[in-house]
């Protein structure tokens, strides 16, 4: 319950600074709705050649783009500003104000900067998904709409940990901010099945960036196209994301040395 808090207070705290730029929202809202008019845009070129593509209806591929959007969103609400602070703070040395807090040094980190108005990509991904799952009709019942906000949530996790387990580099390692641009570009290629793309590529999408597991997998599960296995592989590999990062950064905890060294 008091990590709770803490999350609760950081997202208040975060709109109250958000608010104070409320252009913002409008930027925001004119990126992204130009962002998922161009994604909406390719499909319907590609399916004014053809019906299916890989497999993929068009609607399917009209819920991964929502999927594209809802996670991407929620990504960028809080996971990837946070993860940015905490390398800026190690670089700096401010991280010792979070260590010294009488909380759990890795729920503050990961909550510690909120980008609230990038929600507009979680509210319009959402709509989208609606709207998907309404055309594909009875294809999409109560077990696959279970299903697909179980391994949603594992592959949200496993997208959390993998950019935790970056961000804990910085206790050895300085600029790599970098980093995670390498990330966002790969994450750009979830706008397509996975299995669209080459061996090497699906391979890079699925152990290195493990974008597939955030996108696809969850798709495939809400249109009946994941085999049972397959669903608790994810949610047993959240789990070991999980686990393995609080790890990682309790290991690199130990190495870092603070602003007086």
């Known amino acids: 319950m008091r990590s709770l808090g803490l999350v609760w207070l950081s997202l208040r705290l975060g709109v109250l600074n958000a608010l104070q730029y409320r252009v913002d929202f409008f930027i925001q809202l004119f990126q992204s709705v130009i962002g998922l008019g161009t994604a909406l845009a390719a499909i319907a070129v590609v399916f004014s050649q053809t019906d299916e593509l890989g497999g993929w209806t068009r609607d399917e591929l009209v819920a991964l783009v929502g999927v594209f959007f809802l996670v991407g969103g929620l990504v960028n609400v809080v996971i990837r500003p946070s993860m940015e602070r905490l390398m800026e703070g190690v670089r700096l040395g401010t991280l010792d104000f979070t260590l010294t807090k009488p909380a759990d040094a890795q729920i503050l980190v990961s909550t510690r900067q909120v980008d609230v108005w990038r929600l507009v990509d979680v509210v319009l991904g959402s709509v989208v998904i609606v709207i998907a799952i309404t055309r594909l009709g009875e294809r999409v019942g109560v077990e696959h709409a279970t299903a697909f906000g179980l391994v949603l949530i594992a592959g949200m996790a496993i997208i959390y940990s993998f950019l935790l387990v970056l961000a804990t580099l910085a206790f050895w390692l300085v600029r790599l901010e970098n ?83």
């Open 179 to 261: 980093i995670l641009v390498i990330f966002a570009t790969m994450y750009e290629a979830g706008r397509w099945p996975v299995g669209l793309y080459p061996p090497w590529l699906r391979l890079a999408l699925t152990v290195v960036v493990p974008v597939a597991f955030a996108i696809t997998v969850p798709v495939e599960t809400l249109v009946g196209r994941l085999e049972p296995a397959t669903l608790v592989t994810t949610v047993v590999l959240a789990v070991v994301f999980l686990v393995g990062s609080r790890w990682f950064w309790k290991f690199g905890l130990r190495h870092y040395t603070g602003a007086s060294a």
